[in-house]
């Protein structure tokens, strides 16, 4: 709620309130007439607080003038809303690997931390879409379904880790797809996007990923896939010491990007390859930039009048400054 004037120029008449007090003192001062003698002893007498307070009627006046003058100027209180209009939204599922190989540590701090602070400035920055999660590794599940509620789809985001005791490991790269495919085929959003991020090669599943990108297309949606990973050598997760922490080994980065290239061929997608965290921040920047949404903005503005408060204020003190002139005040002004 901020306040405001309709017509702030009208203040501008302020000015005339101390011009007035100015020239009502000089004018006061050449009315009193002046006798010189050389002793008042003898004429002196005590004032009447009544003459004593002559000179607030003219102040009366003023100070209604000054009521008026903002009353004209239209004080107001104005809330604005703002409110946007997601019809033309884009629904989005992010389909993500969490798999062991996902710990490998060619990104910084490892691949599947990469993917998440990523995919975190991208779900901020979709404030018109919906989107949803699924994480996938010899398995899949549906983390968040599609939503547009962003506050819960981050703490979900951050939730996602490796876990082998959850998911069975490997890299079934249809049964992720179909999963992310289940959550968004009945929408009726004007796009539909699955963004399928991977680091393997299909293992398992039984599910073939050429037949999940056929389904895709059948129903409209669009997929851009992801091969995260280095190229030649990477420090991937091998086995657990006495300690319970993880033993890293130099292997190689094998990724099936033949696979990906062709599910998003089929679907009318794209295929990118990420090799480091700048090159995955610099994809999701190019999808966000492929797929816009239409976002029309709507304000709504509430005004709450003031004036009438100041201009009753104002009234009350002229009708006040007239009583008094004509009653208690009558004999002197």
């Known amino acids: 709620?901020?306040?405001?004037?309709?017509?702030p120029h009208f203040l501008w008449l302020l000015l005339v309130l101390p011009i007035a007090a100015f020239w009502q003192y000089i004018k006061a001062?050449?009315?009193?007439?002046?006798?010189?003698?050389?002793?008042?002893?003898?004429?002196?007498?005590?004032?009447?607080?009544?003459?004593?307070?002559?000179?607030?009627?003219f102040l009366l006046k003023l100070v209604s003038l000054g009521f008026v003058i903002i009353a004209l100027a239209r004080p107001r209180n104005t809330q604005k809303s703002n409110f946007t209009d997601s019809k033309n939204g884009i629904d989005i599922v992010i389909a993500t690997d969490v798999s062991g190989s996902m710990l490998a540590t060619d990104f910084k701090p490892n691949r599947l931390e990469a993917i998440k602070k990523v995919a975190e400035s991208f779900i901020q920055k979709r404030t018109n879409d919906r989107i949803g999660l699924v994480v996938y590794a010899g398995e899949s599940y549906t983390k968040t379904p599609v939503t547009s509620d962003k506050i819960m789809l981050l703490n979900a985001l951050r939730e996602v880790q490796y876990n082998g005791l959850v998911l069975q490991d490997g890299t079934a790269i249809g049964i992720g797809l179909g999963t992310a495919i289940?959550?968004?085929?009945?929408?009726?959003?004007?796009?539909?996007?699955?963004?399928?991020?991977?680091d393997g090669v299909n293992n398992v599943g039984s599910l073939d990923p050429i037949s999940a990108?056929?389904?895709?297309?059948?129903?409209?949606?669009?997929v851009y896939t992801v091969g995260v990973g280095t190229n030649g050598m990477a420090n991937f997760p091998v086995a657990k010491d006495s300690n319970g922490n993880i033993v890293f080994q130099p292997q190689k980065v094998e990724i099936d990007e033949k696979i990906l290239q062709e599910i998003a061929s089929i679907t009318k997608g794209k295929y990118f390859r990420a090799t480091d965290n700048n090159k995955l921040e610099a994809i999701y920047d190019e999808i966000d930039g492929l797929e816009k949404s239409k976002i029309i903005e709507n304000r709504l503005m509430l005004f709450d009048e003031q004036f009438r408060t100041w201009l009753l204020l104002g009234l009350f003190f002229v009708v006040l400054e007239m009583i008094l002139n004509r009653t208690l005040f009558k004999s002197f002004v």
Not at 1 to 7: E, G, I, K, L, P
Not at 32 to 57: A, D, H, M, V, Y
Not at 213 to 218: G, L, M, P, R, V
Request: glycine share 4%; hydrophobic share 40%.
């Open 213 to 222: 990108a056929e389904i895709a297309k059948d129903y409209g949606i669009k």
């Open 1 to 7: 709620m901020n306040s405001a004037f309709m017509h």
């Open 182 to 198: 289940n959550r968004i085929k009945n929408s009726k959003a004007k796009s539909k996007i699955i963004i399928l991020l991977t």
């Open 29 to 57: 001062n050449k009315q009193n007439p002046t006798l010189k003698i050389s002793t008042t002893e003898g004429l002196s007498i005590k004032k009447s607080w009544i003459i004593k307070c002559r000179p607030f009627l």
